[in-house]
């Protein structure tokens, strides 16, 4: 059985930085990542993924600004979020994927970030 805790969201204001971190149980995935659901949109938009050799992958909006990082010996995924806007405010979402199709997401967890 899979269990993913996700811990690290709290309330930051806009050029601050944040950590986040997410601990799987249950078994290794092959790629590990974030998503975010903004304020009146649907969850789904990626933030940055992470494979078990370490391929990562990052949205635009992103890029340069967070980095994703993963333990595969403890099952975790870390992302490092740097020069945060306002528009980085959303529930971010830690997920795992086992091929060829199941996924596995946290509980969510709030960062807000006041202008």
């Known amino acids: 059985q899979v269990h993913m805790v996700e811990s690290g969201g709290v309330l930051v204001q806009a050029g601050g930085f944040l950590n986040l971190s997410c601990a799987a149980t249950g078994k290794i995935f092959t790629s590990m990542g974030w998503y975010r659901q903004a304020p009146g949109k649907q969850r789904g938009e990626l933030v940055a993924?992470?494979?078990?050799?370490?391929?990562?992958n990052y949205a635009d909006s992103v890029e340069g600004r967070f980095t994703i990082s993963r333990d595969n010996g403890k099952n975790t995924v870390a992302l490092q979020m740097n020069s945060l806007k306002p528009e980085d405010t959303a529930v971010y979402y830690c997920?795992?994927?086992?091929?060829?199709?199941?996924?596995?997401w946290g509980q969510g967890t709030q960062v807000t970030v006041s202008s």
């Open positions: 993924t992470i494979t078990t050799v370490g391929i990562s």
């Open positions: 997920n795992a994927f086992s091929p060829p199709l199941t996924n596995y």
